[in-house]
C-alpha cells in the first residue's frame, strides 16, 4: 500500500453546486475547442466542476457555473 501525504489548505468561500443545480447553470471547458466536438461527434466533455455531459445547449442562456468560474479565477491568478 501506497501512503500519500497532501497538504490541502480548506476552502469554505468556494460555492459548490447542489445535485442537480449542474443543470441550471453553463460550464467551463478546457479547451473551449472540446465543447465543438462533442457537439459534432456527441462525445461527453467534464467542465472544470467535475461534470460531465454532452453539450446540447446554448450555453449564453445561463449563468456560469460558480464552481467552474472560481476554479478558473484562481488558475489565471495562479498563472500571473
Known amino acids: 500500500m501506497t501512503h500519500v501525504?497532501?497538504?490541502l489548505e480548506e476552502r469554505t468561500d468556494i460555492r459548490t453546486t447542489d445535485?442537480?443545480?449542474?443543470?441550471k447553470f453553463a460550464h467551463v471547458v478546457v479547451p473551449a475547442s472540446?465543447?465543438?466536438?462533442a457537439y459534432i461527434t456527441g462525445t461527453p466533455?467534464?467542465?472544470?466542476?467535475?461534470?460531465?455531459?454532452v453539450p446540447t445547449?446554448?450555453?449564453?442562456?445561463y449563468?456560469?457555473?460558480p464552481t467552474c468560474k472560481e476554479i478558473l479565477h484562481a488558475a489565471r491568478?495562479?498563472?500571473g
Do not use: I
Request: aromatic share 4%.
Open 5 to 7: 501525504d497532501v497538504d
Open 19 to 23: 445535485e442537480g443545480d449542474h443543470e
Open 34 to 37: 472540446a465543447v465543438t466536438e
Open 45 to 53: 466533455v467534464t467542465a472544470l466542476c467535475g461534470k460531465t455531459w
Open 57 to 61: 445547449r446554448d450555453p449564453g442562456r
Open 63 to 65: 449563468p456560469v457555473c
Open 77 to 79: 491568478a495562479a498563472r
